[in-house]
């Protein structure tokens, strides 16, 4: 047994107390930045087939005091891990409210819908449909104009718990997607069962749809399913020409990618599309 103790001693590994380390500064910082309000808005235009503004995703960032941008690939696991990401996910939705609800009077953005990404934690929350509400209802946005994006896997966990929850939202006007559809497990039969408006292609099947016949016949097969099913389906990461082309031809309904514009700081998208 001491030989033993003195082996876990020889398994103490700098690298990983390193790692833990800038775990923990990262999360001090995330802290501080929420109260701070280091956050902001960034919107990704969508378009539909004939080049028309159909809508945008609203993606987080974090500016960090040193002027850093973070994107939410290098926090928003630990914001999940401790927590964070509820104060942060509730603060996401009653910004995109409040923007909703200062386009109605513009002639250009009052029928453009956002889209946000909402986590499994936050879905968890007995009071999740009550605070998307909430937030509707206290910015005078317009539900309709709200879509939420859930991830199959977020979708697969508490079955029963998560279609009340959807279905109590969709009767107060919200609609949802499932994102990076095709990268889950989850089973075609759930497609049905979920009150869902919108599919989202993974880009990983966008990436190579015009180089690789694997990722074209997925491609194909979603959009036929999705038809079928009277989805839309919008896909995401579409940076060429050719990926747009073979899309089109296959009747995806919406684009979304850097070949039609970079996610913008949501004023920036504001001024950009609202104005003539
Ligand atoms: P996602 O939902 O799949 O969002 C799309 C990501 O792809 C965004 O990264 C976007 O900037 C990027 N993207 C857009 N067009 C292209 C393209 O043509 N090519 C390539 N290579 N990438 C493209 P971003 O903004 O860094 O966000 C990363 C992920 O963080 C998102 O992936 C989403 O899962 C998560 N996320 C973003 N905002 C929020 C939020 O408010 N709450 C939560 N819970 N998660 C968020
Ligand atoms: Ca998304
Ligand atoms: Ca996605
Ligand atoms: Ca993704």
New binding site residues.
């Given amino acids: 047994a001491k030989a033993a103790g003195r082996n876990t001693l020889r398994f103490f590994d700098p690298a990983m107390q390193a790692a833990i380390d800038r775990r923990y500064a990262l999360e001090h910082d995330l802290r501080e930045g929420l109260l701070r309000d280091e956050f902001l808005l960034?919107c990704?235009p969508q378009f539909d087939a004939d080049g028309a503004l159909a809508g945008g995703?609203?993606?987080?960032r974090w500016r960090r005091p040193d002027g850093e941008l973070v994107?939410?690939?290098e926090f928003?696991e630990l914001a999940e891990g401790t927590g964070l990401?509820l104060p942060l996910?509730r603060w996401?939705l009653r910004e995109t409210c409040k923007r909703l609800a200062g386009w109605r009077h513009n002639p250009r953005l009052a029928q453009v819908p956002l889209s946000?990404?909402?986590?499994a934690q936050q879905l968890r929350c007995t009071d999740f449909p009550e605070q998307v509400l909430g937030a509707v209802r206290d910015t005078g946005a317009d539900a309709h104009l709200l879509a939420l994006?859930l991830t199959e896997s977020v979708m697969a966990e508490n079955l029963e718990e998560v279609i009340a929850k959807m279905e109590r939202l969709r009767r107060g006007g919200v609609t949802f997607s499932i994102?990076?559809f095709g990268t889950g497990y989850s089973s075609l039969s759930y497609l049905k069962r979920f009150p869902l408006e919108t599919l989202k292609i993974d880009?990983s099947f966008v990436h190579d749809i015009h180089i690789d016949p694997d990722a074209a016949a997925i491609v194909e097969v979603i959009i036929t399913l999705a038809r079928k099913l009277g989805l839309k389906v919008v896909a995401?990461?579409?940076?060429e020409e050719a990926q747009r082309r073979f899309l089109s031809d296959e009747g995806c309904d919406r684009f979304?990618?850097?070949l039609f514009g970079r996610?913008l700081a949501i004023d920036e998208f504001e001024r950009q599309f609202g104005h003539a």
């Fill in positions: 960034y990704q995703e609203v993606l987080l994107s939410p690939n928003i990401v996910g996401v946000v990404n909402v986590s994006e994102d990076d880009r995401e990461g579409v940076e979304q990618g850097y996610p």
